[in-house]
């Protein structure tokens, strides 16, 4: 695992789990637990919208990391970006550019939950087409899986729902205080690896870049008729969860090139995101 940059990379990690509860629990202070019915009454919208994000994107990966013609390593991080759904900032990202309130966090939550199934199967399934040895426990899935998301959305959750009038006092200042945190660590987080990030190479960006762009293409067509369902799908499908990529590289002692193809991915997937809510407000 190559060094986070100028702090440790455990610290790192802490303030990157801080942050995203902070962020989780802020949009659970804001929304009404009644409102996610409006999602889970459109199952089709919703299995259309996991097809999107849990079997297109990483197909598209595993075909376009070949014909880039990427070494093994990047190969292998793009895949594991590809397979590790439920981005903690893509429902933050998703909200601000105007995806539906209801189904951009119903969605979100079906995605970190079934991540724990789908995760493991993936890293068997890249086993079998890299010919590695690679394993992840559901049981560490979950626990990542918990704690950065769902139990600071459904502690937001409940509080509105039994505690409106704190709710909607606190959730202003939460809120303020999560994207400060946000903004900070993004900062932090490009200081640290921007090394990294150019250091993986010119045809990893292409790839990263193109792979994030075919995952907005088929949320935004799969994301029903309507906008702002649409947006929601594609930055769902396009944003991809690093911890949960970095997790299965680290413990299974993969090449710092794998990690370095990882950052890289990160930054220009959100690169093509930002791009694609530019394009929507526009």
Not at 111 to 121: D, F, G, H, Q
Not at 126 to 139: C, G, V, Y
Not at 237 to 252: E, F
Request: proline share 5%; charged share 10%.
């Amino acid at each position: 695992m190559p060094e986070s940059g100028f702090i440790p990379w455990s610290v790192f990690s802490t303030i990157a789990v801080a942050t995203v509860f902070t962020v989780m629990f802020a949009i659970g202070l804001a929304m009404d637990v009644r409102d996610l019915r409006w999602a889970f009454a459109r199952p089709l919208l919703l299995v259309l919208s996991l097809i999107s994000v849990l079997v297109l994107v990483p197909i598209a990966a595993l075909l376009l990391a070949q014909w880039f013609g990427l070494s093994r390593e990047a190969q292998v991080g793009i895949a594991l970006m590809a397979i590790a759904p439920g981005a903690p900032v893509a429902l933050r990202r998703s909200l601000d550019a105007g995806g539906h309130h209801s189904f951009a966090a119903a969605l979100q939550m079906l995605i970190a939950s079934l991540a724990v199934v789908t995760m493991p199967l993936s890293v068997e399934l890249l086993d079998q087409i890299f010919a590695t040895s690679s394993e992840i426990a559901p049981a560490v899935v979950a626990r990542q899986v918990l704690v950065a998301q769902l139990i600071p959305l459904g502690l937001g959750l409940l509080i509105h729902r039994f505690a409106p009038g704190l709710a909607a006092r606190v959730e202003p200042r939460v809120r303020r205080l999560g994207g400060t945190m946000l903004i900070a660590f993004l900062v932090v987080v490009l200081a640290s690896i921007w090394r990294l990030v150019f250091g993986a190479g010119f045809f990893v960006a292409l790839c990263a870049f193109a792979v994030s762009a075919v995952a907005l293409v088929s949320g935004h067509l799969l994301g029903g008729p309507i906008k702002e369902t649409r947006t929601a799908v594609a930055i769902s499908s396009a944003l991809r969860n690093p911890g949960l990529a970095l997790l299965v590289a680290t413990s299974n002692s993969a090449p710092p090139e794998v990690a370095a193809t990882i950052f890289a991915y990160l930054i220009w997937a959100a690169a093509a995101t930002g791009v694609y809510i530019a394009t929507r407000r526009r």
